[in-house]
């Protein structure tokens, strides 16, 4: 009898699977890579599907035990993140590589790659990959839950300024948000003579306070109200409140210094005209053209009021104007203006038209008006002054008639305005409707003074055709140049856009 032998070419150096008789290179477990898979695996122990807590009003997850962290999709932060969540099973096996796969930002779901290394039968070292699931779930984070509330916060920084227009506030609004001062706010609320800033700590109200005294010319208190306290371990609850008041002076205010505060500026008149608030109050002497910057302390030290209600603009009609060239200064005098020219006028009140009665008087715009203008102005001569200041003054010292500016036709310039502000969210409440004669008021003082717009984010209105920087009536315009395009990426939660 023959027996048949089926011969086994085996290559050197290789041996044959101790299961299954593939010829495999030699290891410690004499096994091959399949059948040691399927007798161990290594990954076990570690969850192939986890739950990690997303908020979705302030887009961050939560990082146990109590910390929410902003992070990227596929980023290094969010991928350290995930791995955290499984860090106790990974202590077990050495973890070689990790990686996203890639899945729709709307899926809630995100995946990573894991490939680890660990020791088997007899010291062999087995290598595995797969993938880890995981669930976004949404959790609102307890920052985020207080907003929502409404009720909760621990500081308040509360800005005042006790006058009737509101210039100055519409001026800091631009301001907070050009540089992102409300972005840690609970909530703005604003109310007849001012705005509150909810906070949800001390810190950032301080922190609003103190750009608030860089930015106008303030004074403020500080205070706090215990409202829980743990004798055991020390700890106070307290709500702090910041009362900010800004000088209730506004720009194209008309205000009369104190002597003495007059004196120490440069001898100048004691009745100024406000051209503008900034840091500081900028104010300019109609009949000398000389100027002075009032700082919040000096204000405070030396008050004074504004003599008149915006309301109470008059117009009036220039009827003859000439320039003056030779201006005798008095010794001491301060400095004087290069952006106006000084100017004699004759006057006359749009509504007394019919009567031959006229008013001289010195202004400041000497470069803006001509005979057959319009310019809004002061009526001292028949103003009821009720000012200590005014009352110690010698009556040849008090003009008839102050210039303010001069006047444009309001319809025209609203409908030629093709660019927007934007504004804050805030609640109102007891709104008056004089604000949006007055907003736009705001809105006029941007296109006629320079120095106020270079602080001011201007956006390009795309409804309003573009047309050409010249006027018939000579309105000062915003040039292309100086405004922003208005790029819609996303929803500010605490900006929107402004009225145009």
């Not at 104010?283 to 009021?305: K, M, Y």
């Amino acid at each position: 009898m023959e027996y048949m032998t089926e011969s086994v070419t085996c290559t050197p150096g290789h041996i044959l699977c101790c299961d299954c008789g593939v010829p495999i290179s030699p290891n410690p477990a004499n096994i091959c890579v399949a059948c040691l898979r399927s007798k161990v695996d290594i990954s076990q122990g570690i969850p192939k599907q986890v739950s990690i807590s997303f908020c979705k009003q302030c887009q961050r997850y939560f990082q146990p035990p109590g910390t929410w962290i902003q992070c990227a999709l596929e980023s290094r932060e969010l991928l350290a993140l995930c791995l955290k969540k499984i860090k106790a099973p990974l202590s077990k096996v050495r973890l070689v590589d990790a990686s996203f796969v890639w899945t729709e930002p709307h899926s809630k779901r995100l995946k990573v790659k894991l490939t680890i290394q660990k020791e088997v039968m007899n010291g062999a070292i087995l290598q595995q990959v797969f993938v880890v699931d995981y669930v976004v779930q949404p959790q609102m984070c307890g920052d985020c839950h207080r907003v929502e509330a409404k009720d909760f916060w621990k500081a308040v920084v509360q800005v005042r300024q006790k006058t009737l227009h509101k210039k100055t506030f519409y001026y800091l609004e631009q301001l907070i948000l050009k540089y992102g001062m409300h972005q840690n706010t609970l909530r703005i609320k604003e109310i007849h003579d001012g705005l509150d800033f909810y906070y949800s700590s001390k810190q950032h109200a301080q922190k609003m306070v103190e750009f608030l005294q860089c930015t106008v010319p303030t004074r403020y208190k500080a205070s706090q109200r215990l409202i829980s306290q743990d004798i055991h371990s020390n700890t106070y609850n307290y709500k702090s409140t910041f009362s900010v008041e800004i000088v209730p002076i506004c720009k194209d205010n008309v205000v009369c210094l104190s002597s003495k505060l007059a004196q120490s500026l440069g001898n100048m008149n004691q009745i100024c005209v406000c051209i503008r608030v900034t840091s500081v109050i900028h104010l300019i002497d109609p009949n000398t053209l000389q100027v002075a910057d009032i700082d919040g302390n000096t204000f405070w030290s030396h008050p004074f009021n504004s003599l008149c209600h915006p309301r109470q603009l008059e117009e009036f009609i220039v009827m003859d104007c000439s320039i003056v060239r030779d201006l005798k200064r008095s010794a001491g005098a301060g400095m004087i203006s290069k952006k106006h020219t000084l100017g004699e006028v004759w006057v006359q009140k749009t509504s007394e038209m019919n009567t031959d009665k006229q008013y001289f008087c010195r202004t400041h715009l000497g470069h803006l008006l001509n005979p057959g203008d319009l310019v809004l102005g002061f009526d001292l001569a028949n103003c009821n002054l009720n000012d200590e200041h005014v009352n110690k003054m010698k009556s040849d010292r008090i003009p008839d008639v102050v210039l303010i500016k001069k006047s444009y036709d309001r319809t025209k310039r609203q409908r030629r305005r093709n660019w927007k502000l934007k504004e804050l969210a805030k609640e109102r409440e007891n709104m008056d409707a004089d604000n949006e004669r007055q907003y736009q008021d705001f809105l006029e003082d941007l296109e006629e003074d320079e120095a106020i717009r270079k602080n001011v984010n201007i956006y390009r209105d795309s409804t309003i055709p573009v047309e050409s920087d010249t006027d018939d009536e000579g309105a000062p315009r915003i040039s292309l140049a100086e405004m922003l395009e208005d790029l819609h990426i996303s929803q500010d939660a605490t900006g929107e856009e402004g009225r145009t």
